[in-house]
């Protein structure tokens, strides 16, 4: 102790405050490299869990179950003229008994509906429309009067400015107790539905135990809110008719890196998660939900630019507020495929956003932050999410300063810091290339050798290329945040899926 | 050479331990990282060789399992011809093809005999389980049922399972009642396939639940196997602890419209889960018990909203037209959205000439908002 008060008494201000930067950011970063490895056993086990779980599973006795329970598929569209009939029909396939599937044209501009009312044989519908949710108007529901197409709903509403508005419209309408998520876009494995309502028929229940000589009954029982897949890129995928043909990693640079980061998020960071019941978020491309929960959370804040772990906060937050056990599942193979984006305009404004939503979400439930009360949430997932998924853009920044001040100053052990860029670069090439092999032991989506290891070796490049860029649009991000610039939904140039390239459709995020 | 490779070594540590202690973390940490990505390497290499070898193994070894079965059994000139299945005998010489000693070869065995029997029943699938006993994979099985892996259990249980063979119940009952859910609905699953005389015996041992999963596993095995004994399922409703088998036995007294099981399931009505006794009305509804209507009516008020909804669609599909006053009401009425749609579906689903009066009086009085939930009831586009 003396030597610390010697230390910091003899110190300038300046000299001080570098040796506890250079202190703080080192345990800072141990304490996130511990994270990751943590993670990554976490993970391991999960999936082991999972595919010893399920290695026997007849997913086809709820095929034909009278049991099994209704689902409601909500796809929220806005101007996919281009693609819209292609995508429906696709979402009308899914192999379940007992589902629907509510489209909300979000007040296009192009002829999205037109398109819809044309092929599926619309007709609008006296429906009695109850808004348990809050949306832009809904002007008009239509049915199909075609037998074929009685699973369908078609909502046309004002646009609302976000996916947010179109799915809680979609809420509103849906029909049964549990509803999937999903961007029309999206394409989605014939066996979504079955995945992922499982985890939700798999929640323990009661049990009886003999207690004091007495049989008696215990409740234990942990109502899964809600569950979410792996995500990957179809961008370079072959696609026919919404039917995922081939899987191939992405060819161009910016989608192959997202691939990469998708399977460590989903495969390795969801999955550990899952195996302790802290799973942050489901992802708004594809998850499933408990609908009674979900309204009774408020459904999706049309504010927030991180709305699909918004709604998982507010559903957990429910929950605790109201003494009930509950949990959020992942699974670990990958039943929906998105098209990443292929230039870094596109790129930087979708990350701007996600940066900006996570500052948002963090200081609109700041309330949760280190709160015994919402135990697992409040004191494991996020704290996690403030100090390495917000923190991490804005430390990672200052030390890059502080780095240029040492080495202009000449305070720089050469050595020594290049052992430790050597460190964390080894660390993170490993961390990546686990998550890519836990992958591999769910299932082999990629048909040969050289596009596994291909996609294995973006690894090397990631820290140089892929992450600065991260860095950079999260801190943007924040700084709009700060700043309240006032947001615009920006186009999405879709490239189409199957091979030619041929299709073009525009889309608002 | 070694004493020099010995010297090199000594004097690397010498100069690792004069290192800063996190340096010497970091280095330690980058060898481990380092050989951690080429384990990782090699894992996912050797993963992908090993999936290689094994299609090409089953390449080789599906043409000779399946020209086994085909001449052994598919094309086994005694069959068709009423010889008992326990006195045709097979090619010993095939059968004792030093190829099927390989526990490998032996699983692919097994594995396509399940496929074949899932496919072919009556003498065909009787031969094929023959052949499954002569080749002695039956002790394979067994063997796997005695391994501590539950995993394995569970492979062994649906081997057996799917071949038939009777499994002793001081071997699965203890089974049927496992901590851990996935090996406890499997031998459940077997015990009701299995268990010829008392295929639900385990319902009366069981404390852990039968989860929502396995619910419909086991429904879809209870009514689609042959020749087993439905029992009236109002015994467990009436005395079993284990709320999860009542509320199946409510699902299966339904399905098998056991009209004998309404006053158990009457008893119900006064249980404290109120999730419990939306499951019981439930039932109720689905037998058509117009016995319980007035009961329901009368406990009506006093429920909660999913009770209340299971009463208004249990009034509906009794229909008995007592009650058309008291839906009238509830649709006019009631604050709530749901209750309205469902007291609204219950009259339309009536479906008489009093009840069609009612809705065009409805019609003619009440107002806008009221007509469209009707007109949205009866819309045959709309579903719910």
């Known amino acids: 102790m003396k030597v610390i008060i010697d230390f910091f008494s003899r110190g300038t201000f300046w000299d001080v405050l570098g040796i506890f930067f250079q202190y703080a950011v080192f345990l800072y970063g141990t304490s996130l490299l511990i994270a990751y490895g943590v993670l990554a056993f976490l993970s391991l086990g999960s999936i082991r869990r999972y595919m010893k779980k399920n290695a026997n599973a007849d997913y086809n006795i709820i095929i034909e179950s009278p049991l099994a329970p209704g689902i409601s598929v909500i796809a929220p569209a806005f101007n996919e003229g281009v693609t819209i009939i292609s995508n429906v029909r696709s979402l009308l396939t899914f192999n379940y008994p007992k589902f629907e599937v509510i489209i909300i044209n979000d007040g296009s501009t192009d002829d999205t509906l037109e398109k819809l009312v044309s092929e599926f044989e619309l007709v609008q519908v006296d429906y009695a429309y109850r808004e348990k949710l809050l949306s832009k108007p809904v002007k008009r529901i239509f049915k199909s009067t075609n037998p074929a197409y009685d699973k369908l709903v078609v909502i046309d509403k004002i646009n609302g400015k976000s996916k947010a508005d179109a799915s809680n419209a979609g809420i509103n309408v849906a029909i049964y107790d549990y509803f999937l998520c999903t961007d029309v876009d999206c394409i989605l494995d014939k066996d979504t539905l079955i995945k992922l309502i499982k985890p939700f028929m798999d929640a323990e229940t009661s049990t009886v135990r003999e207690v004091n000589g007495d049989m008696q009954i215990q409740e234990d029982y942990k109502r899964v809110i809600a569950c979410g897949a792996t995500l990957r890129m179809v961008n370079s995928c072959d696609v026919d008719e919404g039917l995922m043909i081939r899987v191939r990693p992405p060819r161009r640079i910016l989608p192959r890196f997202q691939e990469m980061e998708y399977i460590r998020a989903f495969v390795l960071g969801k999955m550990g998660w899952d195996r302790i019941n802290s799973v942050p978020n489901v992802s708004g491309g594809l998850g499933m939900f408990d609908k009674d929960i979900a309204i009774k959370a408020g459904g999706y804040d049309s504010l927030s630019l991180a709305e699909d772990m918004d709604l998982i906060t507010r559903m957990g937050a429910f929950m605790t507020d109201n003494n009930k056990k509950y949990s959020v599942k992942y699974v670990p193979i990958t039943l929906c495929w998105t098209e990443g984006p292929t230039t870094l305009k596109v790129f930087g404004r979708q990350r701007t956003r996600w940066g900006r939503g996570l500052a948002q979400l963090m200081s609109t439930h700041r309330k949760i932050l280190f709160s015994p009360r919402y135990g697992r949430m409040g004191l494991i997932v996020f704290p996690y999410h403030f100090f390495y998924e917000l923190l991490a853009p804005i430390i990672e920044f200052l030390g890059i300063l502080f780095y240029i001040y040492l080495i202009l100053t000449q305070q720089i052990n050469w050595p020594y810091a290049i052992i430790l860029i050597v460190f964390v670069y080894t660390y993170s090439v490993m961390i990546t290339t686990i998550a890519l092999l836990w992958d591999q032991i769910t299932f082999k989506y990629y048909k040969t050798w050289g596009e596994t290891i291909g996609l294995c070796l973006m690894a090397f490049l990631e820290p140089f290329i892929y992450h600065p860029l991260i860095v950079f649009f999260a801190l943007k991000g924040y700084f709009n945040f700060i700043i309240g610039k006032k947001h615009t939904w920006g186009n999405m140039q879709r490239q189409g899926f199957s091979q030619p390239k041929r299709r073009t459709a525009v889309k608002a995020g | ?384």
């Open chain 2, 1 to 384: 050479m070694w004493n020099d490779l010995a010297n090199l070594l000594f004097l690397a540590y010498e100069q690792f331990s004069l290192l800063p202690l996190f340096i010497e973390i970091a280095l330690i940490l980058i060898f481990v990282a380092v050989m951690a990505t080429l384990i990782a390497y090699g894992s996912i290499l050797f993963r992908r060789y090993n999936s290689s070898v094994y299609n090409k193994r089953l390449a080789h070894l599906s043409p000779i399992i399946e020209d086994l079965i085909t001449e052994q059994v598919l094309l086994n000139e005694n069959l068709g011809k009423d010889i008992p299945i326990e006195e045709i005998h097979f090619d010993q010489k095939a059968l004792s093809n030093k190829i099927f000693r390989k526990p490998a070869v032996r699983q692919i065995l097994i594995d396509t005999l399940i496929r074949y029997r899932k496919n072919f029943r009556g003498e065909v699938g009787e031969l094929l389980r023959k052949l499954y006993i002569d080749m002695n994979l039956v002790e394979d099985s067994f063997a796997k049922l005695r391994t501590f892996k539950w995993e394995t259990k569970i492979k062994a249980l649906v081997e057996l399972t799917q071949m038939d063979i009777p499994i002793s119940d001081s071997m699965l009952l203890p089974l049927t009642n496992s901590v851990n859910p996935t090996l406890r609905a499997a031998s459940r699953n077997a015990y009701i396939q299995l268990s010829k005389n008392e295929p639900f015996k385990f319902f009366d041992v069981a404390t852990e639940p039968i989860l929502p999963w396995d619910q419909m596993e086991m429904f879809k095995i209870i009514t689609t196997t042959k020749d087993i004994t439905i029992p009236n399922f109002s015994r467990w409703v009436s005395y079993s602890n284990n709320k999860s088998i009542v509320v199946f036995c409510l699902k299966l007294i339904a399905y098998y419209d056991q009209q004998t099981a309404i006053p158990s399931v009457l008893e119900l009505l006064g249980t404290k889960d109120h999730r419990f006794r939306a499951e019981a009305i439930k039932c109720l509804g689905k037998l058509s018990a117009e016995i319980a209507e007035e009961k329901l009516v009368s406990m009506y008020t006093s429920q909660p909203v999913n009770c209340q909804i299971e009463t208004l669609k249990a009034l509906g599909r009794i229909a008995s037209g007592k009650h058309l006053e008291f839906l009238k009401n509830e649709f006019l009425f009631s604050n709530n959205f749901d209750v309205q749609m469902n007291a609204a579906r219950a009259i339309i689903r009536h479906n008489s000439q009093i009840s069609r009066l009612m809705l065009n009086e409805i019609m003619e009085t009440t107002n806008e908002e009221n007509q469209l939930i009707i007109r949205h009831c009866q819309n045959p586009l709309i579903k719910y």
